[in-house]
C-alpha cells in the first residue's frame, strides 16, 4: 500500500516541477508548494515504514522554502500593486 503513496506523491512531485518551469510567480509558487508538501508527506510516509530518525530535520528543512516563498511572493505582489 505504501509504495501506491509513494507512487501518488511521486506524480504530485512531477505536477509541482512542471508548474515551476512554465513560469510566473504564481505558477512557481504554487509548484513549490505542491512539491513540498508531496515530498514532506513521502518522507513522513518511509519514515513510519522504515522507522528512520533524521527526517524531521530533513521535512524542517523542505518547510522553509515553502514559508519564504509565501513571504517573498506576498512581498513581490505588494510591490506591483502599489
Do not use: H, K, W
Not at 516541477?17 to 508531496?38: D, F, H, K, Q, Y
Amino acid at each position: 500500500m505504501i509504495e501506491l503513496l509513494i507512487s501518488s506523491l511521486a506524480v504530485g512531485v512531477l505536477v509541482g516541477v512542471v508548474l515551476v518551469s512554465r513560469g510566473g510567480p504564481e505558477n512557481s509558487l504554487i509548484g513549490l508548494n505542491i512539491a513540498t508538501i508531496c515530498a514532506i508527506t513521502a518522507f513522513l510516509a518511509v519514515q513510519r515504514e522504515q522507522n528512520i530518525l533524521f527526517t524531521g530535520d530533513i521535512l524542517f528543512y523542505l518547510i522553509l522554502p515553502g514559508v519564504f516563498g509565501v513571504i517573498v511572493f506576498t512581498r513581490f505582489m505588494s510591490e506591483v500593486r502599489d
